[in-house]
T-cell receptor, first 108, second 117 residues
Framework: GQSLEQPSEVTAVEGAIVQINCTYQTSGFYGLSWYQQHDGGAPTFLSYNALDGLEETGRFSSFLSRSDSYGYLLLQELQMKDSASYFCAGGSQGNLIFGKGTKLSVKP | NAGVMQNPRHLVRRRGQEARLRCSPMKGHSHVYWYRQLPEEGLKFMVYLQKENIIDESGMPKERFSAEFPKEGPSILRIQQVVRGDSAAYFC???????????????FGPGTRLTVL
């Protein structure tokens, strides 16, 4: 089967660091993507890991370990605007499978 | 450069009616994907199309749902004889080439919120 598991909710304070984990079972898996979605908005692409290791883009970093079927999204120096849902996604060819999302609430 | 456009943004239908959702991909993109999202849920893949071809429809319900991406014009997701369970947000995404499991970024439209009364 194909599935991605991630926590449903995470709460953190402004300025803190938060890590959102994702474990997966997808056949023919190419890599792991992360998308952000604000309430009522469209998902927007954050990052993609094809190889094991850490990819850093500004305050956001993403990690992949293929041997562990595991990845995470790391958000640093949290800001109120980071409050949103974060989805990991994986798959093969055009068929992307999304996790159910982690709702991040950033408190002052 | 306009992003992915979807219309209508909100659509209300009564049970048994037809719903037509339109998606215009980003300029230069020939790959289109449709997803359905229920409240507090993730995105569920429905179908992947290129111009005039359905590449993967493994996520499409077998009945009442169809999709097309003609040579000219937008991609259309069509739902016949809608039922209350079809109420959801339907998102379209496009990419320049095959998504390759996420390696090629998918750009999402604002979605169509379908409400079936």
């Amino acid at each position: 089967g194909q599935s991605l598991e991630q926590p449903s909710e995470v709460t953190a304070v402004e300025g803190a660091i938060v890590q959102i984990n994702c474990t997966y079972q997808t056949s023919g898996f190419y890599g792991l993507s992360w998308y952000q979605q604000h309430d009522g908005g469209a998902p927007t692409f954050l990052s993609y890991n094809a190889l094991d290791g850490l990819e850093e883009t500004g305050r956001f970093s993403s990690f992949l370990s293929r041997s562990d079927s595991y990845g995470y999204l790391l958000l640093q120096e949290l800001q109120m605007k980071d409050s949103a849902s974060y989805f990991c996604a994986g798959g093969s060819q055009g068929n992307l499978i999304f996790g159910k999302g982690t709702k991040l609430s950033v408190k002052p | 450069n306009a992003g992915v456009m979807q219309n209508p943004r909100h659509l209300v239908r009564r049970r048994g009616q037809e719903a037509r959702l339109r998606c215009s991909p980003m300029k230069g993109h020939s790959h289109v994907y449709w997803y359905r999202q229920l409240p507090e849920e993730g995105l569920k893949f429905m179908v992947y199309l290129q111009k005039e071809n359905i590449i993967d429809e493994s996520g499409m319900p077998k009945e009442r749902f169809s999709a097309e991406f003609p040579k000219e014009g937008p991609s259309i997701l069509r739902i016949q004889q809608v039922v209350r369970g079809d109420s959801a947000a339907y998102f379209c995404a496009s990419s320049q080439s095959s998504s390759a499991g996420g390696g090629n970024e998918q750009f999402f439209g604002p979605g169509t919120r379908l409400t079936v009364l």
